[in-house]
């Protein structure tokens, strides 16, 4: 009886000794993927930062392209502005210079109607 009872134990053991070494293979093999999945992470993760590093350093070249930017519409908006003051002189003295030259216009018709009548009063004398 104590061989029979010996021999169940040993069944018992050999059956539970192969679930246990499918599961070790089982967990090995969980393993295995595991550590491979880390390793594309981790390639994953070099990969970000490198990139993050390049957006930072893109981010600050186009921080200071606007900045440049900005300096220029200012600059653009100054002449802009000093460009509409000296446009607005000139029409205003090219207005002073148009009137003038009706008023000279309309001097020298009034001469010219002035001269002609004293011609033909010479002429009639």
């Known amino acids: 009886m104590k061989y029979e009872e010996t021999a ?5 053991s050999d059956a539970d000794l192969e679930r246990s070494e ?6 090995d093999q ?4 595991l550590e491979e999945e880390l390793h594309v992470v981790t390639n994953n993760l070099r990969s970000f ?3 993050e590093l ?9 921080e200071e392209s606007i900045r440049d930017l900005q300096c220029k519409l200012k600059e653009a908006e100054y002449q802009y502005d000093c460009a509409e003051n000296q446009n607005k ?4 003295e090219n207005d002073l210079l148009e009137d003038d030259l ?3 216009k309309e001097d020298y018709k009034k001469l ?3 001269y002609e009548t004293n011609m033909l009063e010479l002429e009639n004398l």
Do not use: F, G, H, P
């Open 49 to 51: 930062e490198v990139n």
């Open 54 to 62: 390049k957006a930072s350093q893109r981010e600050d070249t186009y």
């Open 22 to 27: 499918s599961r070790v293979e089982s967990l």
């Open 30 to 33: 969980r393993v295995k993927e």
């Open 112 to 114: 010219k109607e002035e």
């Open 102 to 104: 009706l008023k000279q």
């Open 8 to 12: 169940r134990k040993l069944l018992i």
């Open 89 to 92: 002189r000139l029409q205003r």
